[in-house]
């Protein structure tokens, strides 16, 4: 009797510690894409996030994440430049806001999806959702 009682409360345990592992990895959405100082002032960088396509844009201390996929032509912004704050796509020249990913000129209109960015000890996280 005393065994079995021992067994319910370490399968009850275990289950406490299984359910709160849970939360923590559900909680832990940022993911660790890069150093920060190996990005180059207005010099953009494509990373993959968990399978995600992602470019990374840093100026001045802030760092941008975008989907790293034209909303025109699907054409990788990666491939395209940072200039007067906007995100340039190589293709066909639309314009971006890296803050927002609103669609800033033609042929583009729709906004490119964004990503929550942090750096800490000195390494880009980016949260997927
Ligand atoms: S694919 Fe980007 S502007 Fe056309």
């Not at 890069?34 to 802030?62: M, N, P, Y």
Request: aromatic letters at 10%; hydrophobic letters at 45%.
């Amino acid at each position: 009797m005393r065994i079995n009682e021992s067994l319910f409360y370490a399968a009850a345990l275990q289950q406490i510690i299984i359910n709160h592992l849970e939360e923590i990895f559900k909680m832990s959405k940022f993911i660790r894409v890069c150093e920060f100082s190996s990005l180059t002032e207005g010099v953009l960088r494509a990373v993959d996030a968990a399978g995600h396509k992602v470019v990374l844009i840093r100026d001045g201390d802030q760092v941008y994440a975008l989907k790293d996929q034209c909303s025109h032509e699907e054409f990788p912004l990666s491939e395209g430049w940072y200039e007067d704050g906007c995100l340039c796509c190589a293709f066909h020249g639309a314009k971006f806001d890296p803050k927002t990913g609103a669609a800033l000129s033609l042929p583009a209109y729709e906004a490119i999806a964004t990503y929550p960015v942090r750096v800490q000890n000195g390494v880009v996280e980016i949260e997927i959702a």
